[in-house]
C-alpha cells in the first residue's frame, strides 16, 4: 500500500460526510469525491426524500464526533404516531412507554449540508464535487471521473463507497468473482407531496408522524422547520389504486380526495406535486462481502452502498451511521491496518444489515395496514403496560430500535426470548388460574 494516509471516499452524501469526519479524527487525508455540485450552493433535488427520522444510533454515531448538538438543534421530536382514519378520526400512540422518547425529523438537505461542512472543517478533507465515478481499478486504486472539464482520474490505497443504493464502486465490484449482490423490488413506488404551512402554522400537530394507513397502500406525513410537512404517498405501482391507474390529475385527485380527504383539504398545490414529482422505487440491496482486496488498494462499501433498505422503520440512515461508528472501532481495534479492519467491520455489520432490512419490509404491512386494527392498538398497548411493569426486563422492539443502539441483530434475539418468558408467564397464570378454579369447585 502506497500510504495508509490517503482514503478517498466515492460519494459526500449522509454516509460519506460522515465517514470523512470519523476518518479525519484519525488523521486520514480524505478526498470525498461527489457527482452533484456542491449541496450548499444548489437547490435540493425535488421529490427526494425531503426529510427523514433520526433516531438513538444516528444520534449515537453523530454524538462521538461532536455533531449531535449542532444536528438535533434542527430536528423537530414526533414522540408518536398519529393514525388518520378515512373518516378523519385521530387517534395517537406513543412510542414510548414512558411517552417522552422520540423520533426526530430533520431536514435531509440541511442535514447533509450540516455534515459536509463539519467535514471539510477538519483538517486533511477536501472535497471535490461534479466528479462521478465512472470507472475503478480494485488492484491500483485508480478511479476514473466524469467531470465538467472532461475525464478525470485519481487513485488511493483506500477506496470507500459511499455512492448509496445505485452505487458505481459497487457496480465494479460485482463483475469480480465472488462477490454476491442481490436487489429486491417492492411493487410499489412512493411519491412526496406536501401540506404548506396554514396561517403561518402548522396545519397538523407537528409532535408527531402523521399515517394514513388504507389497507394496501399508506400516506405518511413529517414536519419541517418551515411548518409545512412532507408527505409520502407508497402505493402500488399497479392494479386498482395504483400509480398506473390514477395517471391522470384528474383520477388522481379524485381518488385521493375519496381516501384522504383530511389532508387533500389541506393541499392546495396536489395536482402540481403529482404532476412534477418523480415516483421513486423501493429496493433492498444486499452484498457480501462489504469490502474487496486488490494487490496495491482496499475497496470497501458503507451506508446504502453496501445495506439499501425499505424506509418503513426510518433506519436507512441510522444504520449507514452505525457503519462510520464499527470501522472505526476496527481501526482502533486492529491499529489502522485497513484492509483487516474493513474485512472485521464487514462481518460483523452484515448480520444487523440484513437483519433491519427484513424489519423494514415487515414494518411496512404494519404501517400500511394493522396500525388501524384494534388489535394493533390493544397489542401496543398492552406492550406498553408489560414496560411499565417489568422495566428493563420487556422492552418493545420498536424501542429498541429506536432508542438504543443494540445491535439489530441481537434486537430481534432478545425479542424472540422475551416473547419465550411472556408466553410461558401467561400459561402460568393460566395454570394457576385453572388449579384454583378446579379447588374452589371441588370445595363447592
Ligand atoms: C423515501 C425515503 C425515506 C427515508 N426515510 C428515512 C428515515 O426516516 N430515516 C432513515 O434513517 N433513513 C431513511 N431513508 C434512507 C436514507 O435516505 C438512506 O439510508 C441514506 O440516505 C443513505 O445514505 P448514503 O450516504 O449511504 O447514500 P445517499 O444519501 O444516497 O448518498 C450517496 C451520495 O453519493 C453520490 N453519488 C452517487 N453516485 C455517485 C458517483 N457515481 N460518483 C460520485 N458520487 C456519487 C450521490 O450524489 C450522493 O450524494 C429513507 C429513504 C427513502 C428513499
Known amino acids: 500500500m502506497r500510504s495508509r494516509h490517503e482514503v478517498a471516499v466515492v460519494g459526500a452524501g449522509l454516509v460519506g460526510c460522515l465517514t470523512a469526519c470519523y476518518l479525519a479524527r484519525r488523521g486520514y487525508e480524505v478526498t470525498l ?55 378523519g378520526t385521530l387517534s395517537f400512540q406513543h412510542y414510548s412507554a414512558d411517552g417522552l422518547r422520540s423520533i426526530n425529523s430533520i431536514s435531509r438537505s440541511d442535514l447533509n449540508r450540516t455534515l459536509l461542512d463539519a467535514a471539510l472543517a477538519m483538517p486533511g478533507v477536501r472535497a471535490c464535487f461534479e466528479h462521478r465515478l465512472t470507472g475503478l481499478d480494485v488492484d491500483s486504486g ?62 397538523l400537530d407537528p409532535g408527531a408522524l402523521h399515517i394514513w394507513p388504507r389497507g394496501q397502500a399508506m400516506m405518511i406525513a413529517l414536519p419541517n422547520p418551515d411548518r409545512s410537512f412532507t408527505c409520502t404517498l407508497f402505493w402500488p405501482k ?40 418523480p415516483i421513486g422505487h423501493l429496493v433492498t440491496m444486499r452484498t ?33 451511521f452505525e457503519d462510520c461508528v464499527e470501522l472505526d472501532r476496527c481501526l482502533e481495534e486492529t491499529g489502522d491496518d485497513f484492509p483487516e479492519a474493513l474485512a472485521r467491520y464487514g462481518s460483523r455489520r452484515k448480520e444487523h444489515a440484513d437483519t433491519i432490512a427484513e424489519l423494514a419490509l415487515t414494518n411496512f404491512v404494519e404501517m400500511r395496514d394493522k396500525v388501524a386494527s384494534r388489535s394493533f392498538l390493544l397489542r401496543k398497548r398492552l406492550e406498553h403496560g408489560l414496560e411499565r411493569l417489568l422495566p428493563g426486563r420487556y422492552v418493545s422492539r420498536y424501542e429498541l430500535v429506536s432508542f438504543s443502539t443494540m445491535p439489530y441483530a441481537e434486537v430481534q434475539r432478545r425479542i424472540t426470548r422475551q416473547n419465550v418468558a411472556v408466553a410461558a408467564g401467561a400459561l402460568g397464570a393460566l395454570a394457576a388460574a385453572v388449579a384454583v378454579t378446579a379447588r374452589l369447585a371441588r370445595r363447592r
Open 288 to 320: 457480501d462481502p462489504w469490502q474487496v482486496r486488490g494487490a496495491r488498494a482496499v475497496v470497501g462499501l458503507l451506508g446504502d452502498a453496501a445495506h439499501a433498505i425499505v424506509p418503513f422503520y426510518g433506519q436507512g440512515a441510522n444504520c449507514g
Open 142 to 203: 485508480r478511479m476514473d471521473f466524469e467531470t465538467p472539464d472532461g475525464p478525470a482520474t485519481a487513485s488511493a490505497p483506500v477506496v470507500l463507497a459511499a455512492d448509496g443504493a445505485y452505487s458505481a464502486v459497487r457496480g465494479r465490484l460485482q463483475f469480480l468473482p465472488g462477490f454476491g449482490f442481490s436487489q429486491e423490488y417492492l411493487d410499489y413506488g412512493y411519491k412526496e407531496l406536501t401540506i404548506p404551512a396554514r396561517d403561518g402554522e402548522y396545519a
Open 238 to 277: 399497479s392494479g386498482p389504486g395504483s400509480f398506473e391507474a390514477l395517471d391522470t390529475v384528474e383520477r388522481f385527485e379524485e381518488f385521493f380526495a375519496a381516501n384522504y380527504a383530511d389532508a387533500h383539504a389541506l393541499m392546495p398545490d396536489l395536482a402540481d406535486d403529482y404532476a412534477h414529482n
Open 33 to 87: 469525491y461527489e457527482r452533484r455540485p456542491d449541496p450548499r450552493e444548489a437547490a435540493p433535488e425535488r421529490g427526494r426524500s425531503i426529510n427523514l427520522a433520526i433516531s438513538e444510533r444516528g444520534i449515537d454515531a453523530l454524538r462521538r464526533v461532536g455533531l449531535d448538538e449542532v444536528v438535533m438543534k434542527a430536528a423537530l421530536p414526533m414522540p408518536g404516531r398519529m393514525m388518520h382514519a378515512p373518516d
